[in-house]
């Protein structure tokens, strides 16, 4: 005879001889009482999730960040930059400013042990956090706040046609996060949405490690804002730097 699988026992297990109803209904009684007990310690508007745990949280950034640098290449994407300057000079623009705020993110995670928000636990404990909305992203005709043509003044906020292009590549991005045909949904935290977790709000020592971060690594965030716009415009976007 050869072993038989667990679930094969289990289907031909005998059911429990002595079963007491009386204990049954006490146990499901306790269980409703339970459930309401924990409904009415949440408030309105906000729910119970577990926190997410960073080994999870980590897996899916890569798998974004993955998908982000083939998505932000893609000409119906790349075409918004063409239209306000050097395509290709801009990108690295961005790519430059997104690889110093990785550094002192990744400075900060070392220093929390990986914890930004998230959890090393095996056993995450629940969050009450707000309900946040589910946002559609509006297709990028909808998206059209001047009319075509036109062409933007200096000004200090980006033009049109970046925010144009972030939105195309956040698109492409979360292709597999469909609310209806053709409309995606986000979040502030993609992966802690994607995942159905929560990440706990940053605390004092999260904050004391993001500045820490920032004298270590030399990066003034005003005078990174500052090159940022400063390169945008020597790759011919029409913007007002700051001095």
């Not at 904050?207 to 804002?225: H, I, R, V």
Request: aromatic share 4%; charged share 25%; glycine share 4%.
């Amino acid at each position: 005879m050869g072993v038989e699988k667990g679930w094969e026992r289990r289907a031909r297990a005998p059911s429990i001889p002595h079963f007491n109803p009386t204990i049954m209904k006490l146990a499901i009684l306790c269980s409703i009482a339970f459930a309401v007990s924990l409904a009415a310690d949440v408030p309105e508007g906000h729910t119970v999730v577990a926190q997410c745990k960073c080994s999870d949280l980590d897996e899916c950034a890569e798998t974004i960040a993955t998908k982000t640098n083939n998505c932000k290449k893609k000409t119906e994407c790349t075409n918004f930059l063409k239209e306000i300057g050097d395509a290709t000079k801009i990108m690295a623009c961005l790519d430059a400013d997104h690889e110093q705020m990785m550094k002192v993110e990744a400075c900060a995670k070392k220093k929390l042990n990986g914890e930004l928000g998230c959890t090393n636990s095996a056993t995450p404990v629940n969050l009450t956090i707000p309900l946040i909305p589910v946002i559609e992203i509006p297709s990028l005709e909808e998206a059209g706040a001047v009319p075509v043509g036109e062409q933007a003044s200096a000004q200090a906020e980006p033009p049109l046609q970046l925010r144009q292009y972030l939105m195309c590549i956040d698109e492409c991005t979360h292709d597999d996060m469909e609310v209806i045909p053709g409309r995606k949904k986000r979040s502030p935290a993609t992966c802690a949405f994607k995942l159905k977790c929560a990440l706990a709000p940053p605390s004092e020592s999260t904050q004391n490690a993001y500045t820490e971060c920032q004298k270590e690594l030399g990066y003034d965030p005003t005078k990174g804002a500052a090159d940022s716009c400063a390169c945008l415009k020597s790759a011919g976007v029409n913007m007002t730097c700051p001095n």
